[in-house]
């Protein structure tokens, strides 16, 4: 017997996907648990229309991370640090401030796990910062740190 899997199921498959089962096991475990429906044509036609949506929506979501990583790609913020008396700087800027400068200085939520930084900023100049918008898309803005006076 086909089946349409509704959950993911360790020993079947995944979402979405279309598996061979046993009758009984179809019958008493898989469709009374909600796990699966049975592959009827209407069924099939309906995870079909499914699957385009989720494409469609999937490619509207990577043409926005895209537009949005040119609109970001010549940005910059500034961020100010105390510098002691022989050009050492205290403390650093990590991800969770910077999310905090784009978003006052270019109006732009970003959540701080999305920026990547190889290593907190703990000097005084640019810095190259990416922001993860989309497993495909990576924009990169530039961090400019700068003593505060």
Known sequence: MKVILKQDV????KKGEI?????GYARNFVLPKG??????????????????ND????AEN???????????????????M????NGKTFGSISTKEVAELIKSQLGIEVDKKKIIMSEPAKAIGGFNVGIKLH???????????????
Request: no cysteine; aromatic share 0%; net charge positive.
């Open 19 to 23: 598996v061979e089962v046993n009758q």
């Open 82 to 85: 105390k510098v002691g008396a």
């Open 35 to 52: 796990l699966g429906v049975e592959a009827t044509a209407k069924n099939l036609n309906d995870l079909k229309l499914k699957n385009q």
């Open 62 to 80: 990577l043409a926005k991370a895209q537009e949005m990583a040119d609109s970001l790609k010549d940005k910059k913020v500034t961020a100010k």
């Open 55 to 58: 494409d469609k929506i999937a």
């Open 135 to 149: 497993p495909q898309v990576t924009a990169q803005i530039l961090l400019d740190v700068v003593e505060e006076k």
């Open 10 to 13: 360790k020993s079947l498959g």
